[in-house]
């Protein structure tokens, strides 16, 4: 499965974005599907994810009442809708999935077999 990550862009606090990750090669209807940020020196964090079973949904605590994962079968895309943005959302964003992966593993990233190249993301003050 190939993943194309875009979508991300300059923008002020307060804004919006949405990400898109379109999935070739195979189906997004089956695996667990995240997205993750990362910042020069840290490690990848978790954002949100949609598990593979029951397709709820899980945030990593920022991102909870402002982020919203979504999928879009028909178009084998998944989206991050992003909402009052702040500067300390800026990253590089990565959508990733899994097809086999537990549900106490959804937010580590070392879980995840298949990576989008990431967006970058840039919040101003």
């Known amino acids: 499965v190939q993943l194309q990550a875009s979508g991300g862009e300059l923008v002020q606090a307060g804004g919006s974005l949405r990400l898109s990750c379109a999935a070739s090669?195979?189906?997004?209807?089956?695996?667990?599907i995240a997205w993750f940020r990362q910042t020069p020196g840290k490690e990848r964090e978790f954002v949100a994810a949609?598990?593979?079973?029951?397709?709820?949904?899980y945030y990593g605590d920022f991102a909870k009442g402002r982020f919203t994962i979504s999928k879009d079968n028909a178009q084998n895309t998944v989206y991050l809708q992003m909402n009052n943005l702040k500067p300390e959302d800026t990253a590089v964003y990565y959508c990733?999935?899994?097809?086999?992966?537990?549900?106490?593993?959804?937010?580590?990233?070392?879980?995840?077999?298949?990576w989008g190249q990431g967006t970058q993301v840039t919040i101003s003050s």
């Open positions: 949609l598990w593979r079973t029951t397709g709820r949904t």
């Open positions: 090669g195979g189906s997004i209807n089956g695996p667990t």
């Open positions: 990733a999935l899994d097809f086999r992966l537990i549900l106490s593993s959804i937010r580590q990233a070392r879980e995840y077999d298949y």
